[in-house]
């Protein structure tokens, strides 16, 4: 299957990823591009994007870069740094670039829509021997 087959069967089934508004921006091997707005039911108590919604952003795009290696890809680890707040509104968009499927640590990058970075995210995946297919 090529990455796009991949994500969007990804996508048929992820109701959580459909749920934040996810847009696939580009999918290729080892690369995946997203992007979504923050919406009202998206915020904490502080009227801010609850963390949990940007590290559940970054994980959906760490693992369609993963999966588009054409093996079934498994998160084992994440960890999140934030360093921007996100408002109501703002456009996130993540982008996690990975070369090799021999090299399970992977890195994402999350960006407002002024381009600036709004946290890293870093996870350690587990590829399985069974394909996509």
Known sequence: MQPIEIVEKMMS?????RWLGIEIISVKYGFCELRTVIKKEM????????GGVIFSVADSCLAFAANSFGKIALT??????FLKTVKINDIITTTCLHKSIN?????????????DEIAHFKAEVHFSSELWG
């Open 13 to 17: 089934k992820d109701s959580f990823s």
């Open 43 to 50: 915020t904490n108590g502080f009227t801010l994007s609850h």
């Open 76 to 81: 084992k680890n994440a960890r999140i740094k």
């Open 103 to 115: 090299q399970p640590n992977f890195e994402v990058v999350i960006r407002n829509q002024n381009n």
